[in-house]
């Protein structure tokens, strides 16, 4: 048996082996490196995913989740559903650490180093995981200057509290050490490795890094201890029943130990958590409004807890994490809860934030989708995604006129729909393909008008009825639903088309738009880029086979399933599998079988259709 005494890591070869991940091969690039020895074989591994976060769309929770439940945990620490920053690690605060990360990190590529071995315990402290480390760094995987390096020391098996403890902090000292330069994002577990010389992080020193919030230390005086539901009502009666109970009973416990005890209302618990805190983070409304009518002014700005949270911030967080389980688990997110916006509502009037609505349920209303500008159509539908939306429509509308007009049609011969090339009749199911005679196409394109005239002359939600009572009279219309069009078909086309011209796309839109007044003069808002909360408004569900039917060829925010080799190189060398496959990720686990438009219901909405007043985007004056 070959002796670890001679052992020197220049006799050592390291080999990458890249492949694209199973499930989402185009954002996940797996990275294994494999260190081997002339005598003693394989003695070393990393394992590392490569995340390109802008091909997610809106789906970055999801795509994290399909990959593990590490890399989830990640996403929701730090990132939106977009794979953009959370505010948190950017603006002044406790959670903030030492302040070296930021917004930076959304123009970064994420490299996730999610396992580091050094096989036998004889070659650990030889600095043979530092050199897997420093081979990455070196290798053409890693783009200097663009890249990050993150990770997550977790020692993985059960272990006893203490034998944990010990190998957790070998882990943490193990990556922040000289050598390898990982330093804490935040006060969270998480470290990162920036390549850019010039990041804030590589100036930290060892000891001047930020501390784990929460890790090892005492909050108030007491350290953190797991308690069962029986001792914290004992050692902590109000903040139990603030947990546990709401309306009146709520109210006259709070009362109650105020009476009593007027500091009770701001002690904390083992964990840090004021009063006010608990009752934002449950949504408890009426303990929310007591607690604010006896003053707690003074623990708003209170971070000494756990998470290193403010009150508004454990609101905040609950109702994030809520529609993130939501949208990512069960793949609907119907809003956020009226118990949740009544907290908001009283938290940001007691603040004396910006300008608010008058009442209670005009801002439910207006926030219950997630709205932040005020002005979104129906609490969702945002001035910017409106008129991509209508830029869409008449594009559609206009592309539509060359089939019509170029001859393309026989009388009472359908068309193929592969034929009419423009940018929507992909579309349209495989089972309307034998309908798509001449005046069923106008029709089609007639839809695609009345969603464009609607978009741009009223400020109501989008909607199937009101497209249908809108193109009513148009000509073709009838024939179109009486053959089983649906304006969902249409409604499909118009925000896939947005969402591929869209910055998780190729950006074309904003290219021809972010300079214009029209576009600057519109509110920014979070539902901006909320495609697959329209979609779900429309109608267009997410268990269900939409379009398009056809390969449309790709763009830059699909993911793509495929099948990718395995390649192995050496350290100097780099060996790709790029997937030319283009078909667009759906669920097929439902046929889309929606019935036509019944007549009676087509009389109804042709008799309710209201002309508005026009309230145009004013693009009279664009080219």
Not at 59 to 74: A, P
Not at 309 to 324: H, I, K, N, Y
């Amino acid at each position: 048996m070959a002796s670890f005494d001679s052992f020197q890591l220049n006799d050592c070869l390291f080999s990458f082996k890249t492949k694209g991940n199973d499930d989402h091969p185009r954002i996940f690039r797996n990275i294994d490196l494999k260190v081997t020895h002339p005598k003693l074989g394989r003695i070393g591994s990393l394992y590392a995913v490569k995340i390109l976060r802008h091909l997610c769309g809106s789906s970055f929770f999801e795509v994290m989740d399909d990959h593990s439940d590490e890399l989830q945990k990640f996403a929701l620490a730090f990132f939106d559903k977009f794979g953009h920053v959370k505010p948190w690690l950017y603006r002044p605060g406790n959670r903030r650490g030492t302040g070296a990360w930021g917004k930076e990190i959304n123009n970064s590529t994420i490299v996730y180093i999610l396992d580091v071995t050094v096989k036998d315990q004889e070659l650990r402290g030889k600095g043979l995981g530092s050199k897997m480390i420093e081979s990455l760094l070196a290798s053409n995987h890693i783009e200097t200057g663009i890249d990050t390096l993150m990770c997550w020391p977790e020692p993985a098996g059960r272990m006893e509290q203490n034998e944990y403890e010990e190998l957790k902090e070998k882990q943490v000292k193990f990556f922040k050490k000289a050598g390898n330069g990982f330093r804490r994002i935040g006060r969270t577990h998480f470290f990162g490795y920036s390549t850019d010389p010039e990041h804030p992080s590589r100036a930290i020193t060892f000891e001047e890094d930020a501390t784990e919030m929460g890790d090892n230390s005492e909050i108030n005086g007491s350290k953190i201890e797991g308690l069962s539901s029986e001792d914290i009502e004992k050692k902590y009666p109000l903040h139990f029943a603030i947990t546990n109970f709401k309306g009146q009973e709520a109210i006259d416990t709070i009362k109650s130990h105020y009476e009593n005890n007027p500091a009770s209302i701001h002690e904390p618990d083992a964990y840090g958590y004021t009063p006010i805190h608990l009752a934002l983070y449950m949504a408890n409304p009426a303990a929310v409004k007591m607690l604010l009518e006896l003053n707690v002014e003074e623990d708003m700005e209170n971070t000494n807890n756990i998470e290193g949270r403010t009150p508004f911030e454990s609101l905040t967080a609950a109702m994030e994490s809520t529609r993130a389980f939501l949208e990512t688990m069960m793949g609907v997110w119907k809003g956020y809860g009226n118990d949740e916006l009544e907290c908001e509502f009283l938290m940001k009037r007691a603040m004396a934030g910006p300008p608010m609505p008058d009442t209670l349920s005009e801002y439910q209303a207006k926030r219950k989708f997630g709205c932040t500008c005020g002005a979104c159509a129906g609490g969702w539908l945002s001035k910017r995604m409106r008129f991509r939306l209508y830029c869409n429509a008449e594009d559609a509308n206009d592309t539509m006129y060359n089939p019509l007009t170029m001859g393309l049609f026989e009388s009472r011969v359908p068309c193929d729909p592969g034929m009419l090339f423009d940018c929507v009749s992909d579309y349209l199911p495989p089972h309307l393909h034998s309908s798509v005679y001449e005046t069923f196409y106008t029709g089609w394109q007639s839809i695609f008008a009345a969603i464009a005239d609607f978009l741009n002359s009223t400020d109501d939600p989008l909607s199937a009825g009101a497209i249908v009572a809108r193109s009513a009279r148009k000509r073709g219309v009838d024939f179109f639903f009486r053959k089983g069009g649906r304006v969902e078909y249409a409604f499909d086309a118009l925000t896939d088309g947005a969402l591929r011209q869209s910055p998780f796309g190729d950006g074309f839109f904003e290219q021809v738009w972010r300079d214009q007044d029209v576009w600057i003069e519109m509110p920014v808002c979070e539902n901006d880029l909320g495609f697959d909360l329209v979609r779900q408004m429309l109608g267009l569900a997410r268990n269900v086979r939409w379009g398009p039917y056809r390969s449309l060829g790709s763009y830059d925010g699909e993911d793509y399933d495929s099948d990718s080799e395995d390649s192995e190189m050496s350290v100097d060398g780099e060996d790709t599998d790029d997937d030319d496959s283009r078909s667009r990720k759906t669920d097929e686990s439902l046929p889309l079988n929606l019935p036509p438009v019944g007549s009676e219901e087509f009389r109804r909405l042709v008799e309710a259709v209201e002309l508005l007043p026009p309230t145009n985007f004013g693009l009279d004056h664009l080219d």
